[in-house]
């Protein structure tokens, strides 16, 4: 393949180019979860052509942080340089910010394969969750950030009425042992039922 | 935080830049290193819990906190040194700086225990750790809050990011205030003594400085304006924590204005030793 074929007469980038690009990336997974691909998780936002100052026409690979100091993005850059250099295409990867990445952008069929994994998925609205908390300068706003934090059974917050399923047994009877995991994505659990620790991918 | 390694294949950002700054170069330099300062000074304290929290778990969430506000703090310097050109980067600005370039809040460089005649060491209190990071959570929750509908690009993406971490952060330490305040006589007592010894501190917060007001102009923040809402988290907090918050006054901090504890120093010529023997050293 080549890049010539990337761009249509009209300067748009031509859709099978890109696409076979994006299948070439499915080969990568996560450095922490190997079992999920880049793009299933969300990390990998974006194919498209660019523009070297050169002039010349290269690819650019967009990738975004989990969480901002993710010790993997380093080897996911490396992953997909390495991975368009073996095909030899010319390309660069940039890592952008905005928008903020969520657990909601985790596909179905990710969520799934984490489970099988052993890893309790995170649960959807996320996002939504944090944009109805994020309050204006007010009481309200202030009231919305400690309900998210009582955790009290008398006053659970929103996230304590959604049960985290135990991926070993299904069950619902589980509990947080530590607000965090072994990686920062995620929080550690039990099952009360079979009693296996387990990780849960935190809603964020 | 070497950003060699990365530099050397990506381009992280720079392509978004150029247009950013065109239309958003008000925002002050100083301003971009306080709020870094901020981060990377509780976050080299919290990261000296590793391999020494109380338990596996604390070990853990200490250390992932940890990552959390150095991750904040590396975007935050990176935005700073684009701005400031001339070779600045990441590294320079968090390893080549002395005391008195350091903008961060002085309630941020304290160490992990009440304190102490002279400068003599002592073991780690818990306590001290989590109240300071409840009393810190509260703030920046409110504060990404707001610089997440910043006008400046990049400080509105990186808010928008730390904004998620920071309300994790504010719930675990929320968690720990109320086990050990509502806990047992001794760990009511020592969540008590950490908030009389770090609330002092916590006034710097309100104070201003030129940067902050010149700031608040590009971002519409007004720290002022958060400080009703951050004393209903924490009075909140500490009343079902059953502890009692002292009397305002005393001495006001000006870490902020660069002028620091004693603490400051040691603890950077920790951070920034290795770079400092080995420049430019790659692993």
Aim: negative net charge; contains cysteine.
């Amino acid at each position: 393949m080549t890049l010539a074929t990337t761009a249509s007469a009209s300067g748009a980038p031509q859709h099978s180019a890109l696409e076979h690009v994006w299948q070439l990336l499915e080969s990568l997974t996560d450095p922490e979860i190997p079992v999920v691909t880049l793009r299933e998780l969300g990390i990998l936002r974006d194919v498209r052509t660019a523009v070297a100052l050169d002039g010349t026409e290269l690819l650019e690979v967009v990738i975004t942080p989990t969480y901002s100091g993710c010790p993997a993005m380093g080897q996911i850059e490396d992953d997909v340089y390495n991975l368009l250099q073996a095909h030899g295409l010319k390309g660069k990867v940039k890592t952008q910010l905005a928008p903020a990445w969520t657990t909601d952008w985790i596909t179905p069929e990710a969520k799934e394969k984490l489970r099988a994994y052993g890893i309790s998925p995170p649960h959807s609205g996320a996002d939504h969750d944090c944009q109805t908390h994020s309050g204006k300068s007010n009481a309200s706003g202030a009231s919305s950030i400690i309900q998210f934090a009582a955790r009290s059974a008398s006053n659970p917050g929103r996230h304590e009425q959604l049960a985290v399923l135990c991926p070993q047994c299904n069950s619902d009877n589980t509990t947080e042992t530590s607000h965090f995991g072994s990686t920062a994505c995620k929080a550690l659990y039990r099952c009360l039922d079979c009693m296996e620790p387990f990780d849960y991918f935190k809603p964020y | 935080m070497s950003a060699a390694q990365s530099a050397m294949n990506s381009d992280a950002d720079t392509s978004a830049r150029p247009a950013a700054l065109a239309s958003n170069n008000s925002l002050p330099i100083d301003y971009l290193l306080h709020l870094a300062d901020n981060a990377l000074v509780l976050g080299q304290r919290n990261a000296e819990w590793s391999g020494h929290g109380p338990i596996l778990e604390e070990d853990i969430a200490l250390s992932n906190n940890s990552l959390d506000l150095v991750g904040q703090a590396r975007l935050l310097y990176q935005e700073a040194a684009a701005q400031l050109g001339n070779g600045a980067t990441e590294d320079t600005l968090a390893f080549f700086r002395d005391v008195p370039d350091f903008k961060n809040y002085t309630l941020l460089e304290l160490p992990h225990h009440p304190p102490l005649a002279g400068t003599s060491a002592s073991d780690r209190d818990f306590a001290t750790t989590l109240v300071r990071n409840f009393l810190y959570s509260a703030l920046m929750v409110l504060v990404w809050d707001k610089l997440q509908h910043a006008p400046h690009a990049q400080l509105a993406a990186i808010a928008a990011k730390s904004l998620k971490e920071v309300r994790y952060h504010l719930r675990h330490s929320r968690d720990w205030l109320l086990r050990m305040g509502d806990g047992t006589a001794e760990s009511h007592g020592r969540a008590q003594a950490a908030v009389n010894h770090l609330m002092p501190y916590t006034q710097e917060f309100w104070t201003s400085t030129q940067y902050e007001s010149e700031a608040a102009k590009a971002t519409g923040l007004d720290m002022a304006s958060l400080q009703s809402d951050w004393n209903q988290i924490v009075d909140q907090a500490l009343a079902e924590a059953t502890l009692k918050r002292p009397a305002a006054g005393g001495f006001i901090p000006t870490g902020k204005h660069s002028i620091h504890s004693e603490h400051l120093g040691f603890m950077l010529a920790e951070m920034q030793s290795l770079p400092r023997a080995h420049p430019n050293a790659t692993w």
